[in-house]
């Protein structure tokens, strides 16, 4: 309990007037400040007495929101004492980037009551955000003296990447396959009971012959040894800090073209698997929540090679595409990746250009540490396309879901 500034004020006012009151030899003048003085005096001990006995809960709803979308708070405070308090008013700490905190007024509990109170935050920005602890504060009729309580219980908001609204890549079942394309090396989704099949070889067992195909191309077909593909896809997510500019700002759109990707073929039914170098995700029957958890507060990081992301990928699974989303490669940084493309399936890479992300002035000099960037960028792009990758330059200002309507059609086969 402590006196608030309107009670300091006219403590102080009230010993100022009694002292001058005794000079003076004014009683009424004395007798006035007295009066005063018992006041702020009066409020505390009132408050002392009258201290609730208060708990408290806080709800989210959602506990999991998607950045841009709005949630709701609720804050139930119950009265388990046996007095009647003064009005409440509640205060719940929230981080700054969530928005100011957020004042509110109870009125008088009766005894074992419950009230509930509500306020809706719209956080902008991904990440794991910790709401609490709540203050509740009591004053005296007159605003002379507080009595602060503070519930220590927290409650935490996880804040996924922002969604943004992506056209599906899938053509209807039975479409055709482009002229040139194989069964095996197409992008082609597919579940566990389809068979992947090849032309006949002297000496393969007829046993293998798989004659609906047979029929279907006028020459015998076999079933493959290797494994069918499955209906997923791989999400690489590039996460070291020193690939990405603008102050990692390459890094958040990076982030949220992941999730959005994620979610995307996940919606279309495709098992999407999100790989970084340090985790991965299996996302399956359209669950897609720890991915999203995960990507709420992933954060770039010095020491996350891209090899390691390629031999998470490189298990031995077979996958129907591969979207990457990197930041500067370096030419051996693409020669990693470019081993990925051997596995099949379409593997398309949006890579940060490191030049372009930022557009500066123009001039007439050229500075040499950016030509060199713009060389080895130029370097890795080619080595990557070299290998079969599609290579899709992302600068800042990009639309994710313009870009994407540049990956190829994922067709199902017949």
Not at 57 to 68: C, F, I, K, S, T
Not at 74 to 98: C, H, K, S
Not at 346 to 351: D, I, N, S
Request: glycine share 8%; net charge positive.
């Amino acid at each position: 309990m402590e006196l608030t500034g309107r009670g300091k004020t006219l403590l102080a006012v009230s010993v100022v007037v009694g002292l001058v009151s005794l000079v003076v030899g004014e009683g009424d003048l004395l007798r006035a400040a007295v009066l005063a003085l018992i006041a702020p005096l009066g409020g505390l001990v009132m408050l002392r007495w009258t201290r609730p006995s208060l708990e408290s809960n806080r709800v989210l709803n959602p506990a999991q929101v998607e950045a841009g979308q709005p949630t709701q708070v609720r804050l139930g405070i119950q009265n388990t004492g046996r007095g009647r308090p003064p009005a409440l008013m509640l205060e719940d700490r929230i981080p700054y980037r969530l928005g100011n905190r957020p004042r509110l007024v109870l009125e008088r509990l009766a005894p074992g009551a419950r009230s509930v109170v509500n306020y809706t935050i719209t956080p902008g920005t991904r990440g794991a955000y910790e709401l609490g602890p709540l203050t509740v504060r009591t004053s005296d009729p007159f605003g002379l003296a507080v009595s602060v309580q503070e519930f220590p219980l927290t409650t935490e908001l996880i804040v996924t990447p922002r969604i943004q609204p992506l056209r599906s890549l899938l053509l209807p079942g039975g479409a055709g396959m482009s002229s040139g394309e194989s069964a095996a090396h197409a992008v082609a989704i597919t579940g566990n009971d389809d068979i992947a099949v090849r032309e006949y070889r002297s000496g393969d067992d007829m046993r293998r012959v798989h004659w609906k195909a047979s029929a279907h191309r006028g020459q015998l077909m076999v079933r493959r040894e290797e494994q069918p593909w499955e209906n997923n896809a791989a999400v690489l997510l590039d996460v070291r800090r020193g690939a990405h500019r603008g102050e990692l700002s390459s890094f958040e759109w990076m982030v949220d073209a992941a999730a959005s990707a994620t979610v995307r073929l996940s919606r279309d039914g495709i098992d999407p698997w999100l790989i970084t170098a340090h985790h991965d995700f299996e996302c399956r029957q359209g669950d897609y929540s720890q991915a999203m958890r995960y990507l709420a507060t992933v954060a770039a990081a010095p020491e996350a090679p891209i090899g390691h992301m390629v031999e998470k990928a490189q298990r031995p699974r077979s996958v129907s595409g591969i979207v990457a989303f990197l930041g500067h490669l370096s030419p051996e940084d693409a020669a990693t990746l470019a081993r990925l493309a051997k596995r099949g399936g379409a593997c398309t890479a949006l890579v940060v250009d490191p030049v372009r992300w930022i557009p500066k002035a123009q001039s007439s000099r050229v500075d040499p540490r950016e030509r060199a960037f713009a060389e080895q960028h130029a370097a890795a792009v080619a080595t990557l396309a070299n290998a079969g990758w599609q290579v899709i330059p992302v600068i800042a200002g990009t639309e994710l879901r313009r870009v994407w309507t540049r990956l190829g059609a994922w067709r199902t086969l017949a």
